[in-house]
C-alpha cells in the first residue's frame, strides 16, 4: 500500500538502495548524474554494465543494480537539468497562458491539447505530472486533464512506472504502459529511438514493459483526458465477503468466455472496471471502492489493450567524456521498529484510523477521486519502520476462487494474518499485449501486500511469505517486476514457462537493441531471469537464428529454461 519515501526534490541519497537504506548494491558500482541527453549519452558509453534509475524504489538487487563491480554504473534521470529544476521548483502551466509556444523547447512537460496526449520526461514524478495536468485549465480545458488511470503511488518517476508495468485499476485503459503513444530510449550503441505503435509494433510490445532491459528511457508520451467529475461510493465487508462478490464475477466471465460471448465478458467485468479495495488484514476487515461517471457503461471495458488501439539533487558535471559519474554515499537505513514485531490489531486499528481519508465516498474530480497515496501519507510511513513490497497478478478466470481459499489460509487455524501490520491494496486491470505484461492473456486481479516484520525483527516473516507462496502455487500469479519477491518466489525463473507466448518475443527485441547485454542488470545464475532458450525441429539452436524483424519465428519453439547453474 505504502511508498518508502518522498521525493523531496533534493537528489537521491546516492548508494543505490532501495528507499529505506537497505538492499543495497556492491559500493564499487559507480553513479551517473547527467545534465543533458547528450551527456547520459557519453556516460553510457563509457560503462560495460548500464541500469537507469528514478527514485530509487526497488526491493530486487539483482534487477536494480547494473552490476558487480566499478564498470558498471547506475545513472539517474531526475537529475537532468530541466527535469531537476522542475522537479525542485514545479511550475505552473498558468505561466504559459494555454498557449503551447510559450513553453520553452526543454521544459520536462508538453500538452498537446489537440492531440490528447503530455510528453514528459523519464525523470518526471507521476505526482507532479499529475498536478500538472490538474492545474492545466488555462488552454481548451477548463476543468484540467488527468492521465486515463493512474497508480496507487505516485512518486515513481514516469520512466520506471512504464518499464515495471504499474497500474491503477481500469478495465479500459489498463497500466500506465498502455497508456504509451510514443517512448524514446538511449540504446546500447549510444542513438536514440523512438517507437510508436505504428512505426515497430513488435518493438513497442517490448518496451511497453521492458524493466530496464531494453536501455535507457529518456522520454514518453502519453494519451489524456478531461477532468471529470467522478463518484466514489464505498462497501465496507469482511475479506470473505469480497471473497464471495469476486467469485459471483468470476463466473460470469468464465460462462460468458466459455459461449464466446464477448459482451457478456464485457458485463461481467464491468462489476470491477475501476474497483480498488484496502484489505486491513490484521482486522478482518475491506474497504470496497467503486466509480461512477458518465463515461461508464459495459461497452466501455476492454478486454485487451493493445498498444495500438485507441481508447473509445543538485547536477553535477565536468568537461570530459565520463563527467557527472560519482562514487556512491552512504545512506543510513531506517530503523528497525520493534512495535512492528508485537500486536497485529493494534496496528490494524491504526490504519484503519488513518486509511480512511482515502476511501471518503463523494463527487470529485478525477485526480482526487480515484485512490492514490498522497504526499503526506508518503511521508509517515517511510520513516515509520523498513518494509518489504510484493505485488501479485492473478488470472480473472481463476480470482474468485483464490481469494476463498487464501480467506480459509488467513483467518483460518493457520492465522497468517498475524504475518501483516498494514493494509494490503487491491486492483482489476483488462489484458495486455506487451510481452512481459502480468496482465497479458487476459483480466488480472492484482493484490500489493507488505512485510514490515521481517526487517524489524531480523527474522523470516514465514505467515507473511506463506500468503505469498498461496499466490504464486495455487493462483497462477505473476510477480510485479518493479518489487520484491523474486529471489525467494521466482529463484531460476524460467520465462518460456510463466509468458509462454512472448518471451522469446522479447528475447529477440534484446536481441536487437542490446545482445552485449549492458542493461542485463546484476543477475546471476539462479537470480539472473533475462534466459532464453530456443529449439528448431526438436534440435537446440541460438535464440538469434530464430528472430525477425517481427520477433520470434514461427518455425522455432521457445523452450524452457531447464536447471540453473
Not at 488467513?410 to 496482465?439: H, M, T, W
Not at 487476459?442 to 505467515?463: F, Q
Not at 529477440?508 to 549492458?518: I, M, T
Request: charged fraction near 20%.
Amino acid at each position: 500500500m505504502s511508498p518508502g519515501s518522498a521525493h523531496t526534490g533534493c537528489g537521491l541519497p546516492y548508494n543505490l538502495s532501495n528507499f529505506q537504506g537497505y538492499f543495497s548494491c556492491d559500493p564499487r558500482v559507480k553513479i551517473g548524474r547527467p545534465r543533458t541527453v547528450e551527456e547520459l549519452a557519453a556516460i553510457v558509453g563509457t560503462f560495460d554494465k548500464v541500469k537507469a534509475n528514478g527514485v530509487g524504489g526497488s526491493w530486487w538487487v539483482e534487477q536494480f543494480c547494473a552490476g558487480t563491480d566499478d564498470r558498471a554504473l547506475n545513472v539517474v534521470l531526475t537529475e537532468l537539468e530541466s527535469t531537476l529544476a522542475f522537479i525542485q521548483s514545479p511550475v505552473s502551466p498558468k505561466v504559459f497562458n494555454g498557449d503551447p509556444a510559450a513553453v520553452p523547447a526543454d521544459f520536462p512537460i508538453k500538452v498537446d491539447e489537440d492531440a490528447g496526449t503530455v510528453t514528459v520526461a523519464a525523470g518526471i514524478p507521476q505526482r507532479l505530472l499529475l498536478d500538472y495536468l490538474a492545474d492545466y485549465r488555462y488552454g481548451k480545458q477548463p476543468a484540467g486533464w488527468v492521465l486515463p488511470a493512474f497508480s496507487w503511488w505516485t512518486d515513481q518517476t514516469v520512466g520506471g512506472a512504464v518499464a515495471t508495468n504499474t497500474h491503477g485499476s481500469s478495465m479500459r485503459y489498463g497500466s500506465l504502459s498502455s497508456q504509451v503513444t510514443s517512448l524514446t530510449l538511449l540504446l546500447a550503441n549510444g542513438t536514440l529511438l523512438t517507437v510508436t505503435p505504428k512505426s515497430n509494433p513488435h518493438l513497442m510490445r517490448a518496451l511497453g514493459v521492458s524493466v530496464g532491459r531494453l536501455g535507457v528511457v529518456t522520454e514518453l508520451t502519453f494519451r489524456i483526458k478531461p477532468q471529470m467529475a467522478v463518484t466514489k461510493s464505498l462497501q465496507e465487508l469482511n475479506f470473505k465477503q469480497f471473497a464471495d462478490q469476486i467469485k459471483s464475477t468470476q463466473d460470469k466471465y468464465t460462462a460468458a468466455k466459455a459461449k464466446g460471448d464477448v459482451e457478456g465478458m464485457k458485463k461481467a467485468l464491468f462489476e470491477v472496471d475501476e474497483t480498488q479495495a484496502l484489505w486491513i488484514v490484521e482486522n478482518n476487515a475491506l474497504w470496497r471502492t467503486d466509480f461512477s461517471h458518465l463515461e461508464r457503461e459495459p461497452s466501455y471495458v476492454l478486454l485487451n489493450v493493445l498498444p495500438g488501439l485507441e481508447p473509445p539533487v543538485e547536477a553535477m558535471s565536468g568537461p570530459d567524456a565520463t563527467s557527472g559519474i560519482f562514487d556512491q554515499k552512504k545512506k543510513t537505513p531506517v530503523r528497525a521498529n520493534p512495535q512492528m514485531t508485537t500486536n497485529p490489531a493494534y496496528w490494524g486499528r491504526f490504519y484503519a484510523t488513518l486509511g480512511r481519508e482515502y476511501v471518503m465516498p463523494g463527487t470529485f474530480e478525477s485526480r482526487k477521486s480515484f485512490l492514490a497515496m498522497t504526499e503526506q501519507g508518503t511521508r509517515l510511513t517511510s520513516t515509520l519502520a523498513p518494509y518489504i513490497q510484493m505485488e501479485v497478478a492473478v488470472p480473472f478466470e481463476v480470482a474468485g476462487d483464490c481469494l476463498q481459499g487464501l480467506a480459509a489460509e488467513v483467518y483460518g487455524p493457520a492465522r497468517l494474518y498475524e504475518g501483516f501490520r498494514n493494509p494490503a491494496l487491491i486492483r482489476f486491470i483488462s489484458g495486455e499485449d506487451f510481452y512481459l505484461s502480468p496482465n497479458r492473456g487476459g483480466a488480472h486481479l492484482w493484490v500489493n501486500l507488505e512485510d514490515w516484520i521481517s526487517l524489524s525483527s531480523g527474522k523470516p516473516n514465514d505467515k507473511y511469505m506463506a500468503v505469498m507462496r498461496y499466490f504464486r502455487e495455487k493462483c497462477w500469479a505473476r510477480l510485479h517486476w518493479g518489487k520484491g519477491g523474486w529471489p525467494q518466489l521466482a529463484s531460476c525463473f524460467d520465462g518460456a514457462r510463466e509468458y509462454p507466448n512472448s518471451w522469446c518475443h522479447f528475447g529477440c527485441a534484446v536481441q536487437e537493441l542490446d545482445p552485449s547485454g549492458k542493461f542485463a542488470g546484476a543477475g546471476k545464475g539462479r537470480t539472473d531471469v533475462w534466459v532464453w532458450n530456443a529449439t528448431r525441429g526438436g534440435q537446440a539452436v541460438p535464440l538469434a537464428s530464430c528472430c525477425t524483424p517481427e520477433g520470434f519465428s514461427s518455425q522455432c519453439q521457445c523452450a524452457s529454461r531447464g536447471s540453473c547453474s
